[in-house]
């Protein structure tokens, strides 16, 4: 079974004004508002590519209620740790010519028991072969290494670790050798300092010890690096109406492909064409495989 982890989930609340107007009145067009969460992304993406899943999370409140109600509807199997406190809201202001602004609150604390209640869930339907995708920021309190002993943690029940973080969470992360991890440019560059090139960072982290690496380059594609092999995948261009999420639709390809037992290249260009694919969808409803297939072979890959 594949899951993914989702430790501060969010209601991601959307406010569209025809122009983003400071010290003054903004009046908006149109409101909407959605589960947001990496992982979650993450299932909903490997849904769409026909790949069943389990989406766990950590949610209180009403918005929490809100949360769970939404991804049911969506069809999407869950499992969540519910907590007293309540789950953040996060709102973008965006105008008709893409400027925006985004708010995101820092969201709840976990108590101790939180904690053991997550564990002994995660620990209950863990088995060997299983794949489990850690994806996102950790809740206020969490401590730094939390996702660096839970790899530990999975890889004792023989379990296949993919990590999706950034800053100290991701540095701490590393040192217990998830299977792949997805790092964006310049979320490596952080940890190694900024001026760090490809090839330095893509070296530092497999002399960590990390096997495969999902490295994002935004709009010019990702590198897939992998026993040796780097494969480049490029995307076509396209208009891009949707960015949020398209890293973690491009997670999922690589996932995909791990799962399919794909080469290096293949894995490189599913996770450029679902990456893409996300892109080009409105809102979080990412793409069907039917469309993913249809950029798959638009997609440029080299090594």
């Not at 769409?48 to 209180?60: E, H």
């Not at 108590?111 to 489990?132: A, F, H, Y």
């Not at 760090?196 to 002399?207: P, T, V």
């Not at 996300?278 to 809102?283: C, D, F």
């Amino acid at each position: 079974m594949i899951y993914t982890l989702t430790l501060n989930p969010a209601i991601d609340k959307t406010i569209l004004v025809d122009a983003i107007l400071l010290n003054g009145v903004n009046r908006a067009s149109c409101v909407y508002s959605e589960a947001g969460g990496k992982g979650f992304n993450v299932s909903r993406a490997l849904m769409r590519l026909g790949i069943k899943n389990c989406a766990f999370g950590v949610i209180g409140g009403n918005a929490g209620s809100h949360i769970q109600e939404e991804l049911s509807s969506e069809g999407m199997v869950t499992e969540f740790v519910f907590i007293a406190a309540e789950t953040r809201t996060n709102i973008v202001i965006r105008d008709e010519h893409g400027t925006h602004i985004k708010i995101n609150e820092k969201g709840p604390g976990l108590t101790d028991d939180d904690k053991r209640k997550l564990l002994d869930l995660v620990n209950q339907v863990t088995e060997p072969g299983d794949i489990w995708v850690l994806s996102g920021s950790l809740p206020e309190g969490m401590p730094d290494r939390f996702y660096q002993y839970l790899t530990d943690f999975l890889h004792q029940k023989q379990a296949i670790v993919v990590l999706d973080t950034s800053g100290r969470a991701l540095a701490h992360g590393i040192q217990s050798c998830p299977d792949l991890i997805k790092p964006n440019l310049e979320e490596a560059q952080e940890i190694l300092g900024g001026d760090a090139i490809i090839e330095d960072c893509l070296a530092y982290f497999h002399d960590a010890g990390i096997p495969r690496i999902l490295l994002s380059l935004g709009e010019q594609g990702l590198i897939y690096s992998c026993s040796g092999t780097r494969v480049t995948a490029v995307p076509p261009e396209i208009e891009a109406v949707n960015e949020v999420g398209a890293g973690d639709a491009a997670l999922a390809g690589a996932v995909f492909g791990l799962v399919n037992d794909m080469t290096p290249t293949e894995i490189a260009a599913w996770a450029c064409a679902c990456g893409t694919a996300a892109a080009s969808s409105a809102s979080n409803c990412f793409a069907d495989k039917g469309m993913v297939e249809r950029i798959l072979g638009q997609v440029k890959v080299g090594r």
